[in-house]
């Protein structure tokens, strides 16, 4: 779980600048940038999560994920451990994934091997099965990375083939019907006293660099890639998971005391922020 939500922007609050759209990454991977700054991100999460991971995320994925004590269960894409510590301290059995070795590192260190005993992996998301093979899990999870992951359908095999038969996958997302690099943002109409939520591009699947590190090193950059719905629905599908439960999950702030305070809440109320999808494992 690596993403840092800025909500006036829908993206990243860690980066530097605004996004350029198309181009080639100057990063070998996504995991590689992740990997250059896995110092600062660990420091800036730290044990237990940003605010919106504390608040909103964590939180309603525990829910959704209905895991219990003495389950198995994969985190993909773990990041340096938050979701993992969430979950072994619920007493289930985590094995933590991420593509990043300096991540998994970080993750270890602020295991309590004593008391949580997660197994963390260095390994890709889009080649589970070099990492878990022959393993069965109850549950997968991947939470605000699936937005870094391309193609789709190879992580969705991996999984796949992870879960116990009729196991369940939770998948957590920037909502990519409003939360769209570059192409969505907030707007304020002056005559109706409202706030809204501008969608300039949202059908096509569009590939963006970011740069990773807060505007120390431009050169640093990663892809995110941005996808209607229905790829999501219809790759998942395909590689033989259903979706059971669909969940939109709006930002838990409220606006300061002012004349906009009223007209800021009700759109945030109204416009989700995050789309969490649970599929199982068709027979």
């Known amino acids: 779980m690596r993403e840092i939500i800025d909500e006036k922007k829908g993206s990243r609050r860690a980066m530097g600048r605004q996004p350029q759209r198309g181009g080639r ?3 070998a991977s996504g995991s590689f940038g992740w990997q250059r700054v896995a110092d600062w991100y660990d420091a800036l999460v730290g044990e237990r999560g940003s605010e919106y991971q504390r608040q909103v995320v964590i939180p309603r994925t525990l829910r959704l994920l209905e895991a219990k004590a003495g389950e198995r269960v ?3 894409a773990c990041g340096q451990g938050v979701l993992c510590r969430a979950l072994a301290e619920q007493r289930v059995r985590v094995t933590g ?3 990043a070795p300096a991540l998994i590192e970080a993750a270890r260190r602020r295991d309590d091997s004593d008391r949580l005993a997660i197994d963390y992996r260095v390994g890709d998301a889009r080649r589970l099965h070099e990492v878990v093979d022959a393993e069965a899990f109850g549950a997968v999870v991947c939470v605000l990375a699936i937005q870094n992951l391309a193609p789709l359908s190879p992580v969705w095999e991996g999984c796949r083939r992870a879960l116990e038969p009729a196991g369940r996958l939770v998948v957590v997302m920037m909502h990519p019907c409003f939360r769209i690099p570059r192409t969505s943002q907030w ?3 002056e005559r109706a006293g409202r706030q809204y939520r501008r969608v300039e591009q949202y059908l096509s699947s569009t590939r963006t660099e970011i740069e990773i590190h807060p505007g120390s ?4 950059t990663m892809p995110t890639f941005h996808r209607p719905l229905q ?3 219809n790759t998942l599908g395909s590689a033989g998971l259903t979706i059971d439960r669909l969940e939109e999950w709006t ?3 409220t606006s300061p005391e002012g004349p906009k305070k009223r007209a800021l ?3 945030r109320r109204e416009i989700p922020m995050f789309l969490a999808l649970r599929a199982r494992k068709s027979p």
């Open 187 to 189: 707007g304020w109409d």
């Open 265 to 267: 809440d009700e759109s």
């Open 231 to 233: 790829a999501y629905v």
């Open 217 to 220: 090193n431009p050169s640093q």
């Open 97 to 99: 994934v991420d593509a």
């Open 251 to 253: 930002s838990h702030k």
């Open 25 to 27: 990454s100057r990063a």
């Open 74 to 76: 994969l985190d993909v």
